[in-house]
C-alpha cells in the first residue's frame, strides 16, 4: 500500500496494491498543469481511497484531472471511459517502492530536456 497527500493536507489517499503502471507522461496538459513532465502511477479505481474533498477539472471530452482547491495540488488524472486512475507519484509520502516503467507521449515532450534513463519510450 501507499500513501499520498496533497501540500496542505486537505486530501489524503491510499491506493492498496500500490500500482499497475507506473509512467512519466510528457504530454502538453501533463507539462502545463505540473510544469514539467508529470510521474504518475495507475491501479483500478476501486484500490484507490480518497479523502477530501477533491476538485475536479474537465481537461478534455475524454478525461479529467483531480486537485485540491485550497492549495492547487494536482494528484490524479481519471479519463470517462476506464476503470482506473492515475496519481501523482510525486505527492505519495515516505518510500514506496515503486520505479518509472516507461516515458508516454514523448512526441509532445519539451525541447529542454532529454530522456536518457534508458526505458521504452512511446511516442502517444
Known amino acids: 500500500m501507499v500513501r499520498g ?7 489524503s489517499f491510499t491506493v492498496k496494491d500500490g500500482s499497475r503502471s507506473v ?3 510528457h504530454c502538453t ?10 510521474a504518475a502511477g495507475y491501479d483500478d479505481v476501486a484500490n484507490i481511497t480518497i479523502t477530501g474533498d477533491v476538485r475536479w ?4 471530452d475524454s478525461a479529467k484531472r483531480g486537485f485540491c482547491p485550497r492549495c492547487g495540488s494536482s494528484l490524479f488524472w ?3 471511459d476506464e476503470d482506473g486512475m492515475s496519481f501523482a507519484l510525486g505527492a505519495l509520502d515516505g518510500a514506496t517502492g515503486l520505479a518509472l516503467q516507461k516515458h508516454i507521449f514523448v512526441a509532445s515532450k519539451g525541447d529542454y530536456y532529454d530522456i536518457a ?3 521504452p519510450q512511446k511516442e502517444d
Open 29 to 38: 496538459q501533463c507539462r502545463k498543469m505540473s510544469g514539467h513532465y508529470w
Open 57 to 60: 477539472y474537465a481537461a478534455s
Open 117 to 119: 534513463d534508458g526505458l
Open 5 to 11: 497527500t496533497c501540500l496542505c493536507g486537505d486530501i
Open 78 to 80: 481519471k479519463a470517462h
Open 23 to 25: 509512467a512519466a507522461c
